[in-house]
């Protein structure tokens, strides 16, 4: 612990330290393609790699580049086992035939981790390359590691940061409820200061310090945490713990800074390595950069990280809160967490639920996931009336190459059947409030219930839900008069309340209890 604290000591938090300069510049571009048997996906849905992927890479430059740039690939296989020659390949990207200027892969056997890298043109830049990856394989597995983990982070900062600008510039007013659901959705600290302020200077506010804003997640931290074969640096390790001030903050920035440092440890007179970010659309790979790369010696050798060559990882869903769901609802929401790359990639394909009735009846549909909804939407609505009482729902779909299967939701649609009341119902006492259960169908769906007392004007009364089949609903009798009380619950896919008839007695004329006590002593 004393050895893991003066590391610690030797680390200078990446909170307190002075940022790093922020990936804005906007830097080349690739379109890559992977194929695994009969299927090709664009790299922006393909969250890993496995042996035996084919693998179609070229740069997507503008027609007017004027710096020449090789392309080169290199496949790694651990810390400690340095990859053959041939597992290193270029191209020559300004070249007019497809076979010259495009790489054609095939991952290989034994590959862990995958590291692109454009360099300018310059003699010897092949052997050079080669050279220093086959030289110091452990170096560059952690940067390919690290640059694909903060490329997946940089995925949801920026979703958020997207949204947030969206609905400042189209109704700022409500940030307020906006900014919370993102915030969760997509694992981003959120200053509940910014909320404070006037609406003008809110979003500005909640987009300060971007790169401070990323919190730590374990389902994109394991699809990068590849074995590498060596320790990982003790002070990088023991400086994302809490007691060294970083907490639940994803490494993000530390990364960055961690990587220039490696990568300053490849200086040589001929290249100087500039580390990228990758944002994925479709086939094309957007890399953005740091530090404005340079064409004079040392010349900047972009380095790009590819998907983990792994087993799949899919996001272990969970559901958000334990009560059924009203499949009636208008805009229905699937709440769910845990996993906060389904707002911020393309991983997760074809997603659908699967709605099963208790008489087998079932309905599949397309669903999206929605950020500022906490969950996943369907696409198109239910028809009205399609489905009746309590009804399963699956989610599914495809992650990646994969299938996958989500977790699992209670519906509740409205149907036949009438709401009652249990016995605190049959003893209701004017001249203070009181608390009565009601039980009856899709008790999720209920969205107001009002009471009428007597001939006295109807107001809105509040209610709880109460486990899976009834509310709490508490009435208002401290003025009322004794006599009939009526209750009409609304519910969602109902055309008109349902009444529930019960009655109020006052003190006077209900009497529950009466106990006998027998006189002792002499009589007076």
């Not at 302020?197 to 979003?203: D, M, N, P, S, T």
């Not at 945490?225 to 640096?233: C, E, F, K, N």
């Not at 903050?249 to 440092?261: E, G, K, T």
Request: contains cysteine.
């Amino acid at each position: 612990m004393a050895l893991a604290l003066a590391a610690a000591a030797l680390v200078e938090s990446p909170l307190c330290a002075a940022d790093p300069a922020p990936f804005d510049l906007p830097g080349p571009a690739l379109r890559i393609s992977v194929t695994r048997g009969d299927r090709t996906l664009p790299i922006a849905e393909v969250p890993n790699l496995a042996t035996g992927d084919r693998l179609t890479i070229e740069a997507d430059l503008p027609r007017d580049q004027r710096a020449h740039y090789i392309l080169f690939s290199a496949f790694l296989s651990g810390a400690t086992n340095p990859p053959p020659k041939d597992w290193v390949k270029s191209a020559e990207t300004w070249k007019p035939k497809d076979k010259d200027r495009r790489l054609t892969l095939t991952v290989p056997k034994g590959a862990r981790q995958m590291a692109l890298f454009l360099v300018p043109e310059t003699g010897g830049a092949s052997g050079t390359i080669v050279d220093a990856v086959r030289d110091r394989p452990g170096e560059f597995v952690r940067a390919v590691q690290d640059l694909n983990q903060a490329s997946l982070d940089r995925s949801r900062l920026n979703a958020f940061v997207a949204a947030i600008r969206a609905q400042e510039n189209s109704h700022p007013e409500f940030l307020r409820t906006l900014a919370p659901a993102l915030s969760n959705s997509l694992a981003i600290k959120l200053n509940p200061d910014c909320l404070a302020k006037v609406i003008e200077l809110q979003a500005a506010c909640l987009l300060e310090n971007q790169e401070n804003l990323v919190l730590a997640d374990i389902h994109s931290s394991s699809m990068t945490d590849t074995l590498i074969g060596a320790p990982t640096d003790l002070a990088l390790q023991v400086s994302y713990t809490r007691e060294a001030g970083l907490g639940y903050y994803s490494p993000y920035i530390a990364v960055v800074r961690d990587i220039a440092r490696v990568f300053g440890a490849f200086g040589n007179p001929q290249f100087g390595y500039l580390p990228t970010l990758a944002t994925r659309d479709g086939d094309r790979m957007a890399l953005l950069l740091n530090a404005a790369p340079s064409f004079a010696k040392p010349k900047s050798v972009l380095v790009a990280a590819m998907p983990a060559i792994d087993a799949v990882s899919p996001p272990r869903l969970r559901v958000t809160g334990d009560v059924p769901l009203c499949g009636a609802r208008p805009g229905l929401v699937l709440p769910v967490e845990g996993a906060p790359l389904i707002y911020s990639t393309a991983f997760a394909r074809n997603m659908m639920v699967s709605i099963t009735t208790a008489d087998g009846k079932r309905i599949d549909l397309p669903v999206r996931a929605r950020a500022d909804r906490g969950g996943y939407v369907l696409s198109d609505p239910l028809p009205a009336g399609a489905l009746s009482g309590k009804a399963s729902a699956k989610l599914h779909g495809a992650w990646g190459f994969d299938s996958f299967e989500g977790p699992s939701f209670t519906l509740q649609f409205p149907g036949s059947g009438d709401w009652r009341a249990d016995d605190s119902g049959q003893s209701l006492v004017v001249g203070r409030d009181n608390s009565v259960a009601l039980t009856g169908p899709a008790a999720a769906c209920v969205t107001g219930v009002t009471m009428r007392s007597g001939s006295g004007a109807q107001q809105s009364v509040p209610f709880t839900l109460r486990g899976a089949d009834g509310i709490n609903v508490t009435l208002p009798l401290k003025s009322a008069r004794a006599g009939g009380v009526t209750l009409e619950v609304q519910q969602i896919g109902d055309a008109a309340p349902r009444t529930v008839a019960l009655r109020a007695f006052s003190p006077a004329s209900r009497i529950d209890t009466v106990t006998l006590a027998k006189e002792t002593g002499s009589r007076r």
